[in-house]
């Protein structure tokens, strides 16, 4: 007997964020991951490797030989809530995620707002570039949430503009410890794939 097909299900790339390096010295530990995978075992025809919402889509390229790697979306999932949630915005944390998933909402009447941040002296502040969340029952979208910072951040940014709700979603949530916590001050937030169990705050 032999193995005819292999697929691997890897819902969360860990190693998504470090792509490059910046200074000597670095690794980018998300090419050492991807030459583990490029270096299964041959079953006669190509690993799939199946990864959802891989946070730079450039790290698909670091695969190679017997492995392709397939990518998904969990925005499929969101679309039905957004349709019976009174969701009127969909708002992005920055260019990066408004460039990877606004065309996933085309055809919902929806508004797309923007987010990103600026520099202001030493500091980087997130601010609205695009869009109008005034009056609006907002849900940030984002595939990978750390520490929580920019969400909460761009949530007080939206409030402050006059949203009239701010919920958010995301498909990976790491939250060390317990950064989770800032998120009670959205109206309600969703994290799939890498927690169980929604997480949801009122």
Same mark, same amino acid.
């Given at each position: 007997?032999?193995?005819?097909?292999?697929?691997?299900?890897?819902?969360?790339?860990?190693?998504?964020?470090?792509?490059? %390096?910046?200074?000597?010295?670095?690794?980018?530990?998300?090419?050492?991951?991807?030459?583990?995978? *490029?270096?299964?075992?041959?079953?006669?025809?190509?690993?799939?490797?199946? &990864?959802?919402?891989?946070? %730079?889509?450039?790290?698909?390229?670091?695969?190679?030989?017997? !492995?392709?790697? *397939?990518?998904?979306?969990? &925005?499929?999932?969101?679309?039905?809530? &957004?349709?019976?949630?009174?969701?009127?915005?969909?708002?992005?944390?920055?260019?990066?995620?408004?460039?990877?998933?606004? /065309?996933?909402?085309?055809?919902?009447?929806?508004?797309?707002? %923007?987010?990103?941040?600026?520099?202001?002296?030493?500091?980087?502040? !997130?601010?609205?570039?695009?869009?109008?969340?005034?009056?609006?029952?907002? &849900?940030?979208?984002?595939?990978?949430?750390?520490?929580?910072?920019?969400?909460?951040?761009?949530?007080?940014?939206?409030? +402050?503009?006059? +949203?009239?709700?701010? *919920?958010?979603?995301?498909? /990976?949530?790491?939250?060390?410890?317990?950064?989770?916590?800032?998120?009670?001050?959205? %109206?309600?937030?969703?994290?799939?794939?890498?927690?169980?169990?929604?997480?949801?705050?009122?």
């Amino acid at each position: 007997s032999f193995v005819k097909e292999l697929v691997v299900v890897l819902p969360y790339y860990p190693v998504g964020t470090m792509e490059r %390096t910046v200074k000597e010295g670095q690794v980018a530990t998300a090419n050492t991951y991807a030459q583990m995978f *490029s270096n299964l075992p041959s079953c006669g025809k190509p690993t799939r490797l199946l &990864i959802y919402d891989l946070h %730079t889509l450039q790290n698909r390229f670091y695969l190679h030989g017997n !492995v392709i790697g *397939s990518l998904k979306t969990t &925005i499929p999932l969101l679309l039905p809530e &957004i349709q019976k949630g009174g969701i009127d915005c969909v708002a992005f944390p920055d260019d990066g995620a408004a460039k990877r998933f606004a /065309h996933e909402f085309t055809g919902l009447d929806v508004e797309i707002v %923007t987010c990103g941040k600026v520099r202001d002296g030493d500091e980087r502040k !997130v601010t609205i570039q695009e869009g109008n969340p005034q009056n609006k029952t907002i &849900i940030i979208v984002d595939d990978l949430v750390q520490s929580g910072g920019t969400l909460f951040e761009c949530a007080q940014v939206l409030k +402050a503009a006059g +949203a009239s709700s701010v *919920s958010a979603f995301c498909a /990976h949530g790491v939250f060390p410890k317990e950064a989770w916590k800032r998120s009670v001050t959205l %109206t309600r937030f969703t994290r799939i794939l890498t927690c169980p169990i929604s997480v949801l705050f009122r």
